[in-house]
């Protein structure tokens, strides 16, 4: 007889990463994985850890709390199981961990990447700290020093792990992390690192007079700073310059057209994609700009695409004031 | 099981497990307080953990840990002014007490501090009014609004 195959019961697909616990519950239950006593012992599982952590948090002085705080303090909880159960390599061994462990036993372990993930966040902002871009917009600096610090300073993942805390409010370029607690800041950090990383190859004058050709005001606008000087380097290689002063022409701008006119994006994303190669011979990039590179200019592909049409690609690939 | 909504599961896990402990407990008790000349039937049990349920959910609490109705029970089953006919209706009216207040100080009074305070107050100068109670709690209430400390009000 032949064995089901179960390996593809739930797709990781299907799944929610800002709530795995819940998401892989649900699935769980539809692919017949989880039987109605597995859920049970779940739940009262659950439920032990939350009046366990209710408890702590009313330092055993009240029987009774808020359903607000009870609600928060289950999500914190959910959070840090989903934690330990993504470190599982397949979706159907966090199944078999959720039937065959305590849910005590699984939120430890959680608890523990969480610390894990503190620890490295911190020094991933220092390391961006350290080399970090001379740069007059406020919220570049804010956010890297003030906006994280303070993440640091108010994370509590005893009864608040899902929290972020903080607005982020610099916009980092492939987009907000759609992702909880210390996971969002390490995914958040882990982007500006490498966004920080590729800015400070170039000279900070450079950088200003480019972003200047956007706006006088780019100091004062939450806007993103990579992507422009990413352009700007990939532009100057697309024209057969050295990238280093990031000095794009209105007669590189022309060319820029004939680049990108009637190309395909798979076409536009090869071109881009051999000029990063390019980049990375003549600069000092690090694996984790260079990769991330990668993923960024695919994000810029219909920017670039809709320029060419509007014949506004002096907006994309800007020309320095 | 939704992933934001959990509030359904936090009321049916709670309903399920406190409805089952809390009357065994209360009737538990039975022994004790029948000193003082107060016991409580099943039906009686039964009524005090539904009126628990309610003033929980009327004021958006959820008990996961201790048992109200039993401490209630305990402090006040050796008051002078409860006797068998109003001992069941008096808890009702405390629990309801409890719970209003226990918001209304903004969770700033621990559950023995708010008992031990409603005990002396409905043994003393309440006379074992329930309103005057609840007139009592209100100046408490007022004073934790104020920005004071429960300790300095019992210091009064």
Redesign the interface.
């Known amino acids: 007889m032949n064995k089901p195959d179960i390996s593809h019961i739930v797709q990781t697909e299907q799944l929610?990463f800002k709530?795995y616990f819940?998401?892989l519950?649900?699935a769980a239950?539809s692919g017949g994985l989880l039987s109605e006593s597995n859920m049970q012992k779940i739940?009262m599982d659950?439920?032990v850890l939350?009046?366990d952590f209710?408890?702590k948090w009313?330092r055993?002085?009240?029987?009774?709390?808020?359903?607000?705080k009870?609600?928060d303090i289950?999500?914190s909880i959910?959070f840090v199981l989903g934690v330990q159960l993504k470190s599982y390599p397949t979706p159907e061994q966090a199944v078999y961990a959720l039937r065959n462990t305590s849910l005590k036993s699984i939120h430890e372990k959680g608890m523990q990447i969480i610390r894990k993930k503190l620890e490295i966040s911190r020094m991933t902002q220092q390391r961006i700290i350290n080399n970090m871009l001379k740069t007059p917009n406020v919220y570049y600096r804010s956010t890297i020093m003030g906006g994280i610090h303070g993440f640091f300073k108010l994370y509590n993942p005893l009864f608040t792990a899902h929290e972020i805390h903080i607005t982020a409010d610099y916009p980092v370029h492939i987009g907000r992390p759609d992702l909880n607690g210390i996971e969002f800041i390490e995914s958040y950090l882990h982007c500006l690192e490498a966004e920080n990383a590729f800015c400070a190859l170039f000279n900070p004058c450079d950088i200003h007079n480019l972003l200047c050709g956007l706006t006088q005001d780019y100091q004062n606008i939450p806007m993103n700073l990579y992507e422009p000087v990413l352009l700007s380097a990939l532009g100057l290689i697309l024209t057969c310059h050295i990238p280093d002063r990031l000095n794009l022409t209105k007669s590189d701008l022309k060319l820029l057209y004939h680049v990108f006119t009637d190309k395909s994006d798979i076409e536009m994303q090869t071109c881009l994609e051999d000029s990063i190669t390019g980049l990375t011979e003549i600069m000092k990039i690090t694996k984790n700009s260079k990769n991330y590179a990668f993923i960024a200019v695919k994000k810029c592909i219909p920017t670039i695409k809709m320029a060419v049409t509007m014949g506004t690609l002096d907006k994309v690939f800007l020309i320095p004031q | 099981m939704p992933k934001d909504n959990n509030e359904w599961e936090l009321t049916i896990m709670d309903a399920i497990l406190s409805r089952q402990q809390n009357i065994e407990e209360i009737l538990a008790f039975n022994n004790q307080s029948a000193q003082y000349g107060l016991t409580m039937t099943t039906q009686q049990a039964i009524a005090l953990t539904e009126s628990c349920k309610d003033s929980l959910k009327r004021n958006r609490r959820i008990e996961l840990n201790g048992n109200i109705i039993i401490r209630l029970i305990s402090s006040f089953c050796d008051s002078p002014y409860i006797s068998q006919q109003d001992y069941e209706e008096t808890l009702h009216e405390l629990i309801d007490l409890f719970y209003d207040f226990k918001n209304d100080t903004w969770d700033m009074i621990t559950d023995n501090e708010l008992i031990e305070f409603m005990k002396e107050a409905f043994n003393s100068n309440c006379c074992g009014s329930c309103e005057m109670l609840a007139e009592e709690l209100m100046r408490l209430s007022q004073h934790i609004h104020e920005g004071k400390t429960f300790c300095c009000y019992n210091c009064k």
Do not use: H, K, P, V
């Open positions: 929610d709530y819940q998401s519950l649900e239950c739940q659950l439920f939350l009046a209710t408890d009313n055993g002085e009240s029987s009774s709390i808020r359903l607000e009870a609600q289950l999500s959910s």
